[in-house]
Structure formats: C-alpha cells, structure tokens
C-alpha cells in the first residue's frame, strides 16, 4: 500500500517556466515532508522540506506548499533551468522514518 | 571531499553467492541506512543504525546482515544471492534520525546484478 505517491512519472518544462510536482499521500501522520533531488548514477540529495504544521516553505527558487486536509504536497521551480533535469521524490516522515514516492522525471526544454 | 562513499559502485556476481557492500561517511553523523531502490524506482528502507545500534530493522530475509563497527561505517552483507537481490543499493546517514531539520545524505548507490 503507497501511502505516499507522485502520479506523474514524467514532467516536460519550457526553461524559464514554472516546473510543478506533486505529491499525494494517505497518512494523516506524518509529521514531516521533503523533496529530493536524483541525477542518473547518483544518490538523492534533499532539496527542501516543511513541516506538517506549516503550509508553506521558500528556500530560492524552490517553493513547497502543503495542503494538509487534501493531503497534498506539490514543489515549484521557478525559473526552471536546465540543471533543473532530475528525479524529484517526494518522502514522509513518520516515527523516525522516511516512506519514499516513486519520483518523478524532470525533463527542461531548452 | 566526498560525504557518503559506497564501494563497489557496481557489483556482478552469481546466484548463491555472498557479497559485502561497504558505506562509509565523513560527515559525523549518528546514524546510518540501507535503502534498496527496486524495479520500480521506490526507495525503500531495510535497516537503520543510530550510534552503532540499530534501530529500524525492515522486514527483510535474514540473508542480509548489517554490521557497523563504529558510527562512520555500515556495511552490508547478503548470503545467499538470489536474482531477487538485484537492485540498486543506496547507504544514507544523517545527524539524529534524519527527518525534520536534519535531512539524509545518500551515497551514490551500489549497483548489484545477479546472474
């Protein structure tokens, strides 16, 4: 049972767009939710993340919004630019674990 | 300087064998995890260890093995090779238990293949 999924495997952005992922999850618990960043042959690398009591975290271009009652968390990339291209994942934390979506792929268009 | 460092980056082997995979991190953080990342792209926890104890143990076969002999390493050992075991291989740390405002560092993952 996922309890936290990112539904688009894949994104395509114009550079200089506003590059938008989602993720949905299922657990009211969670008290803790973060963005990683993956190139290809790489581990993650943590983005940004926000606490379940806040509904907004800015961090440069990087914005994440969580909407607790639709229990939906999305990140904004804006300008998106070409070093932008990644997988994105979407993770939860509950009693000291992460629970992982299965990422989505970032592809900026020149 | 590297953080995270996991040896070998790619590991090819046969059905039936026993393989280690070691993680090492220079950051001076507490704890430490072993991520397998499936077929599907999800990461998913087997074993963590704070302070050389651990702490999550996943539900996984007990052909896996973790060891860490002091809080910079945790190494990985599977017996038993199965073609199941094939994936990529992802070791974190993190300074306490790595949520909130102390994020996980990963390595860069070993990649087992069974043949």
């Known amino acids: 049972d996922q309890q936290v999924k990112q539904n688009s495997p894949s994104l395509s952005v114009q550079e200089g767009r506003i590059s938008i992922l989602n993720c949905d999850y299922t657990n009211s618990m969670f008290d803790y939710f973060l963005w990683y960043k993956k190139y290809p042959a790489e581990g993650p690398t943590f983005l940004i993340s926000i606490s379940s009591i806040k509904d907004k975290n800015e961090d440069g271009r990087f914005t994440v919004f969580l909407n607790k009652s639709a229990k939906h968390l999305s990140l904004h990339i804006v300008p998106s630019q070409p070093g932008d291209s990644a997988v994105y994942f979407c993770?939860?934390?509950?009693?000291?674990?992460?629970?992982w979506g299965a990422g989505t792929k970032l592809i900026i268009k020149p | 300087d590297t953080a995270v460092s996991q040896t070998p980056k790619y590991l090819v082997t046969q059905m039936g064998n026993d393989k280690s995979i070691k993680c090492e991190q220079n950051?001076?953080?507490?704890?430490m995890y072993w991520y397998k990342q499936d077929s599907k792209k999800f990461l998913k926890i087997m074993f963590s260890y704070n302070n050389k104890e651990l702490i999550i143990n996943e539900t996984v076969p007990n052909r896996f093995s973790p060891k860490s002999p002091d809080k910079a390493h945790l190494n990985l050992h599977i017996n038993s090779l199965e073609l199941g075991d094939s994936a990529v291989y992802f070791c974190?740390?993190?300074?306490?238990?790595?949520?909130?405002?102390?994020?996980?560092?990963f390595g860069d993952g070993t990649r087992l293949s069974i043949l």
């Open positions: 993770a939860a934390s509950l009693n000291y674990q992460l629970i």
């Open positions: 974190a740390s993190s300074q306490g238990t790595g949520s909130k405002n102390q994020p996980q560092h």
């Open positions: 950051l001076g953080h507490d704890t």
